[in-house]
């Protein structure tokens, strides 16, 4: 299975900006759609935002209007710009296939997890 490697992640003030990216060789679609996943310490893993291979997005409530998913024009990289960013949003990010029909915690992922990308936002 093709792992991804996530990368963009800091640290940032809280209101800040950061443009997550997810980099896979050959196409990351199959049947699946692709997601963003956060885990914060003592937490499960969360499905935050995933994109269709036809481009609809979904995300939880609480990140809707402060995330935005998206890939690029050659479908082998995903985007997560998070945008007015809160201290709960402190977590490790990775991204994978993800279903069509689950967001938030207790979603599967179809593929290998990466090392993620860090995300910390400091009050």
């Known amino acids: 299975q093709v792992q991804p490697v996530e990368s963009g992640g800091g640290l940032v003030q809280a209101g800040g900006s950061l443009r997550l990216s997810c980099a896979a060789s050959?196409?990351?679609?199959?049947?699946?759609?692709m997601g963003w996943y956060r885990q914060a310490p003592g937490n499960q893993r969360e499905l935050v935002a995933a994109i269709t291979r036809i481009g609809t997005t979904k995300y939880v409530d609480s990140v809707k209007g402060r995330f935005t998913i998206s890939t690029s024009n050659v479908r082998n990289t995903v985007y997560l710009q998070m945008n007015s960013l809160k201290p709960e949003d402190t977590a490790v990010y990775y991204c994978?296939?993800?279903?069509?029909?689950?967001?938030?915690?207790?979603?599967?992922?179809?593929?290998?997890w990466g090392q993620g990308t860090q995300v910390t936002v400091s009050s």
């Open positions: 994978n296939r993800s279903p069509h029909d689950c967001l938030g915690y207790g979603c599967p992922a179809f593929g290998s």
């Open positions: 050959g196409s990351i679609f199959s049947i699946n759609a």
